[in-house]
């Protein structure tokens, strides 16, 4: 599992081991987000008079509610029926304009519409998704666009009898390998009964896009970045979305999740003479551009990120080190999401493959007592920032609810889907998943607060306190964050990476802060959750999308800054390629060039 905003086309690709396969990466928010339902902008919920005329009115809802009638009917006539039965239709419309050094690269508008079919056949307490059969229990493909329902309901009709011929012999392999492999630790069923729902959202009224304007931004915002001959990429990339997604159960439910959203990322990367890729990233979002910072405050961010880039191909390379060190508010945020999140999604509880480090630990105290975590997907904002993991219902169907997993450090709760573990039978709305994936529990927006706070003015003098104390010659701060990964099977250390973008030596002797690169926050989780000594009073927000069992997903994580007694990093792997050899267009006199030029001469 890894959160990022690194960008798609830097996402880690799969290793060959079937336990790595389940470490997937995550990309950057705006890059991957085209397939990622029910995340609800509407926070007005109609009557259910509203509702029921709003589906009556909606030809595709119609259509799979008529298919799934018929479906449900036929198959029940057969020696396997079904007992469960749900189609989701996802209708993604989006435009992509990608700037480069004051021109567009790329000038798109997409429409899509696909579905996804789930069928579980024999008993809740034992189905044809039963342990690493679970992927037999979804089957996807695309649907016509518009509104002709015949055709719609002829490509339902073709995905549920290939999803009832695979359901079938799974059920027979889960039946088999039940009877013959030892039993299992915890026997909960398959599939929790929750209530049917019924929710036609309503999209929240905006501003309409001005294509032309933005086109003209991006060029100028882009064309920023030809003053600086050492960023050698650099793009501007917005996107604006609107999608739908309808989904229908044989148990009675029937969701409208309309949103609407626009993303906006500035990248820029540099190489260290040594051939080390530094890279700056800034993400914003909003559920329309109008929400977006203004033109000013983004130029300013990029010439932040270009003096940032700068300072960090100069800086010398951080050597391993174990002592204190200050997370800020957004590395917090990233290392609670690796460290402690993903480990209280439900399902790990009950894989056996899984490391389940706090399987056991209910009501007991797993973090300092001044820590409380909880998971909230209801939130939509906290400190003016828009938080991606925000939705009103899961992709179960379910209701979206604010979970307390941690209160004054004793572990109270998991976050659950509709697969129940040994103790949490029911749902509690954390069952997501991308198209064409079976929906797990999965982190929404994962907030930690503490009771134990100073300023944020006073957190690098603590830090200072801590390295006296422990008769060190500094600490670190990390600033900024790009994102990490953790990996959770027994068969594989059960160990977390954080990867910093902005690192600084803190000096107990008085001397300047130094800027270093090339070192990356590495440990096991039960040893680091107990090294925390403080927290600074701002929360601060990460948002991203996170990869895992069930797909991408977007999140959001959100804490204060936090002093560790002990914090270890290593050092950062990182190719061995020069730096451009050729000067940039039009600094062939500059100094850069003279540099290069230089360089260029030296024999390997």
């Known amino acids: 599992m890894k959160i990022s905003e690194s960008s798609a086309r830097r996402g880690s690709g799969?290793?060959?081991?079937?336990?790595?396969?389940?470490?997937?990466?995550?990309?950057?928010?705006?890059?991957?987000?085209?397939?990622?339902?029910?995340?609800?902008?509407?926070?007005?919920?109609?009557?259910?008079?509203?509702?029921?005329?709003?589906?009556?009115?909606?030809?595709?809802?119609?259509?799979?509610?008529?298919?799934?009638?018929?479906?449900?009917?036929?198959?029940?006539?057969?020696?396997?029926?079904?007992?469960?039965?749900?189609?989701?239709?996802?209708?993604?419309?989006?435009?992509?304009?990608?700037?480069?050094?004051?021109?567009?690269?790329?000038?798109?508008?997409?429409?899509?519409?696909?579905?996804?079919?789930?069928m579980r056949v024999g008993l809740p307490e034992l189905d044809n998704t039963h342990g690493q059969s679970r992927p037999s229990g979804v089957n996807s493909g695309s649907l016509p666009l518009g509104n002709d329902q015949e055709a719609i309901a002829r490509v339902l009709w073709e995905l549920t009898d290939r999803e009832y011929k695979r359901a079938v012999p799974s059920l027979l392999n889960v039946r088999t390998n039940t009877a013959?492999?030892?039993?299992?630790?915890?026997?909960?069923?398959?599939?929790?009964?929750?209530?049917?729902?019924?929710?036609?959202?309503?999209?929240?009224?905006?501003?309409?896009?001005?294509?032309?304007?933005?086109?003209?931004?991006?060029?100028?915002?882009?064309?920023?970045?030809?003053?600086?001959?050492?960023?050698?990429?650099?793009?501007?990339?917005?996107?604006?979305?609107?999608?739908?997604?309808?989904?229908?159960s044989s148990e009675g439910s029937a969701i409208v999740s309309p949103s609407t959203s626009t993303r906006l990322i500035m990248e820029a990367q540099t190489r260290a003479e040594d051939g080390m890729d530094l890279l700056r990233v800034e993400t914003f979002q909003a559920p329309a551009a109008s929400g977006l910072p203004s033109e000013a405050e983004l130029t300013g961010k990029?010439?932040?990120?270009?003096?940032?880039?700068?300072?960090?191909?100069?800086?010398?390379?951080?050597?391993?080190?174990?002592?204190?060190?200050?997370?800020s508010g957004r590395a917090a945020a990233v290392f609670f999401h690796e460290v402690l999140g993903h480990r209280l999604e439900g399902h790990r509880q009950r894989?056996?493959?899984?490391?389940?480090?706090?399987?056991?630990?209910?009501?007991?105290?797993v973090l300092p007592k001044f820590l409380s975590v909880s998971d909230d997907p209801t939130i939509r904002e906290i400190a003016g920032t828009k938080l991606a993991g925000s939705y009103d219902f899961d992709n179960e169907g379910e209701p979206a609810q604010r979970v307390e997993v941690i209160k004054d450090?004793?572990?109270?709760?998991?976050?659950m889907s509709r697969m129940p573990i040994k103790n949490f039978e029911q749902s509690n709305g954390h069952g997501r998943n991308q198209p064409g994936r079976m929906p797990t529990g999965r982190q929404g927006n994962l907030i930690v607060t503490s009771t134990q706070t100073v300023p944020e003015a006073e957190m690098r003098q603590k830090l200072i306190d801590e390295v006296k104390k422990q008769g060190k010659p500094y600490g670190l701060y990390f600033d900024d964050i790009q994102g990490g990964f953790t990996l959770t099977t027994r068969a594989l250390p059960q160990a977390f990476?954080?990867?910093?973008?902005?690192?600084?030596?803190?000096?107990?002797?008085?001397?300047?802060?130094?800027?270093?690169?090339?070192?990356?926050?590495?440990?096991?989780?039960?040893a680091a959750l107990t090294r925390i000594v403080t927290t600074g009073d701002q929360l601060r927000v990460f948002n991203g999308v996170c990869g895992a069992e069930s797909g991408q997903v977007p999140v959001a994580a959100v804490a204060p800054s936090m002093l560790f007694s002990e914090m270890e990093v290593q050092k950062r792997a990182h190719e061995h390629e020069r730096p451009p050899l050729l000067p940039a267009p039009g600094f062939e006199d500059?100094?850069?060039?003279?540099d290069a030029h230089t360089k260029a001469e030296v024999k390997p």
């Open 497 to 526: 990476q954080v990867l910093p973008v902005l690192v600084y030596k803190v000096y107990a002797d008085g001397r300047p802060d130094e800027l270093v690169r090339g070192v990356d926050i590495v440990g096991t989780p039960l």
């Open 14 to 118: 799969y290793f060959r081991r079937k336990e790595f396969l389940r470490a997937v990466a995550c990309w950057m928010l705006a890059a991957q987000l085209a397939g990622l339902p029910f995340a609800s902008a509407a926070d007005d919920k109609p009557a259910p008079k509203q509702a029921a005329a709003s589906a009556a009115s909606d030809p595709v809802l119609k259509a799979m509610q008529a298919e799934i009638t018929r479906a449900s009917a036929e198959l029940g006539k057969t020696e396997q029926p079904p007992y469960y039965l749900s189609y989701t239709v996802y209708d993604l419309d989006f435009l992509f304009l990608v700037g480069a050094y004051g021109s567009l690269m790329t000038d798109a508008v997409a429409q899509r519409r696909f579905a996804d079919v789930n």
């Open 409 to 415: 450090g004793v572990l109270k709760n998991f976050l």
């Open 351 to 365: 894989d056996e493959e899984e490391g389940q480090t706090f399987t056991k630990k209910i009501g007991q105290e």
């Open 590 to 594: 500059s100094g850069a060039a003279k």
């Open 180 to 248: 013959v492999r030892a039993e299992e630790e915890d026997k909960s069923p398959d599939f929790s009964k929750e209530k049917p729902q019924t929710h036609i959202g309503e999209v929240e009224a905006t501003a309409p896009f001005d294509r032309a304007a933005w086109e003209g931004e991006i060029k100028r915002l882009s064309g920023m970045f030809r003053k600086y001959p050492e960023v050698y990429n650099a793009t501007v990339v917005i996107q604006v979305q609107r999608s739908n997604s309808r989904m229908v």
């Open 302 to 327: 990029i010439e932040k990120m270009a003096a940032d880039l700068s300072a960090l191909r100069k800086a010398p390379l951080a050597e391993p080190y174990d002592g204190p060190a200050i997370l």
